[in-house]
């Protein structure tokens, strides 16, 4: 910094220096650079601002097209394939049951899964299953059929639904007799294929 005197004002007159007037250069165009830097950044953030309104809506848009109450029937909002009610359809028995029925086998006596597994265990039935077809409605008015294997000495869980069977062969296993107690389609299965697959039987079948 150089200080230069005037005599006729009495005056000091203050001049910067070379290095002086560097330095302010430097600064002034770091200023601009950062000004430029936030003017840049602003756009682009602006810019992900917009296109992430832009999605939003979007999504937003869809999902309100799309909703139930506005008689849009399909698998893409939630619940469409929840299942609001099921049905029996198809009954697939073996032979074995018409002995398991016999007014002579005391079923009527079996108060529990206890009592049932020791019945079949006298008459070496441990082994014995058989086959339910449900249909599963669905809550977009569609709908699935499924075939469950049922094993009464194993599982508990449809020990009422075994002795509806019993009860409903009444000692004579005729198809009509049982589907009109059970109300679906009873299909039976004879000694000599029993050694095949289940599977196999009801798929060669082809009831449904």
Not at 117 to 129: A, G, T, Y
Request: proline share 3%; with cysteine.
């Amino acid at each position: 910094m150089i200080r230069l005197y005037n005599a006729c004002k009495g005056q000091s007159l203050i001049l910067p220096t070379a290095s002086e007037t560097v330095d302010r250069r430097e600064g002034f165009t770091v200023f601009r650079w950062l000004l430029r830097f936030l003017r840049v950044w602003g756009e682009k953030t602006g810019m992900l601002i917009l296109l992430a309104s832009v999605m939003m809506g979007l999504i937003w848009l869809d999902s309100y097209l799309t909703r139930p109450d506005q008689g849009v029937i399909g698998d893409d909002y939630p619940g469409a394939g929840i299942v609001v009610r099921s049905k029996q359809l198809h009954f697939w028995l073996p032979e074995t049951v018409r002995e398991l029925a016999s007014p002579l086998s005391q079923v009527q006596t079996l108060r529990d899964h206890k009592d049932l597994r020791r019945f079949l265990e006298s008459r070496h039935q441990e082994s014995l299953r058989y086959a339910v077809t449900t249909r599963a409605y669905q809550a977009n008015g569609g709908h699935s059929d499924i075939t469950f294997i049922r094993r009464p000495y194993e599982d508990p869980h449809y020990f009422q639904e075994f002795l509806d069977i019993l009860a409903g062969s009444g000692g004579k296993l005729d198809g009509n007799t049982v589907a009109d107690f059970l109300g679906a389609s009873v299909h039976i299965i004879s000694k000599e294929r029993l050694n095949r697959s289940l599977s196999e039987m009801i798929t060669e079948r082809q009831v449904w």
